[in-house]
């Protein structure tokens, strides 16, 4: 297993191979995929190509690469990252080669390889003395505070990811073209595959985010249709923004904390309780049970380590 180690900025010049990978972004976009995906599939290829094949190989097309190469790539990938890192990038490549082969009528050199496998790794949670410090640590009733606030409170609520809490709209005019319903506590959201669903959330988040709304409506921003709003009258946060005020905020308060630990925490505290697993899953937006075998692992390893202490105890 490769070690976690700083990721140093990719070469992505492909060269010669830069125009198949073109068409690829082509191919993706008609397809309807989001943005993230198509960078994420392309840089994969790019960054293949412009790593190995010219500075490791002969090679001057993509008809000239091999399995070999492709084997030869994701043992540097193990030894230089994490296995869930070399993972993904081998199996973003392997959309490329999909496309490529199938577009091109010739033979897929990763037709018969296999992903490289991923270590199981506890889930990281939150303590609920973390959860209690982190909220406590944005209390107040500044615009500042009170946007903090509602939003650490609804990635508590709901595990949404960056991007969907990111995306919320609001209309205080005409509430058909908001996504946020606080009356019945539900959201409309936006998220893989541009595929929407319906999430609810408890009433503490409600309060916050009414409480965060009426500070909002004084926002020189306040007709903007996106809910989060900057500091000092600043335009509507993007995700990024949002991803380094919930670090920041971590940071100061002593809690080890980025926006997906909140979806692990939903997820595991979910099924740590019972919830069905179909509805984690609708609730989640997962099309596909591989993560909800991760949380339920999670899951069932806390409630063992109860059953342990209700049991041994002298």
Known sequence: MGTARTRRPKDLRAGAFQPAINSFTLHLNAEGKSPKTVRTYAEAAQWFAAEHLRRNTDHTD???????????????????????YANNQYRALQQFFKWWSTDEELPNPMAKLRPPAVGEKVVPVFTDDELTKLLKHCEGKAFTERRDFAILSLFKATGLRLSELAGITY???????SDLDLMRRELLVTGKGNKQRIVRFGHPSARAIDRYIRVRAK?????????WLGTNNRPPMTANGIYQMVVRRGEECGVAVHPHKFRHHFSHTWLDKGGAEGDLMELNGWSSPQMLRRYGRSAASTRARRTYDRIMED
């Open 62 to 84: 993509w008809d000239d690469v091999t399995a070999d190469d492709v084997r030869a790539w994701t043992v540097w990938l193990l030894n230089t990252y994490s296995d869930s």
């Open 171 to 177: 209309d205080s005019d005409d509430p058909d073209r």
């Open 219 to 227: 926002h020189t921003y306040a007709s903007s249709r996106h809910l």
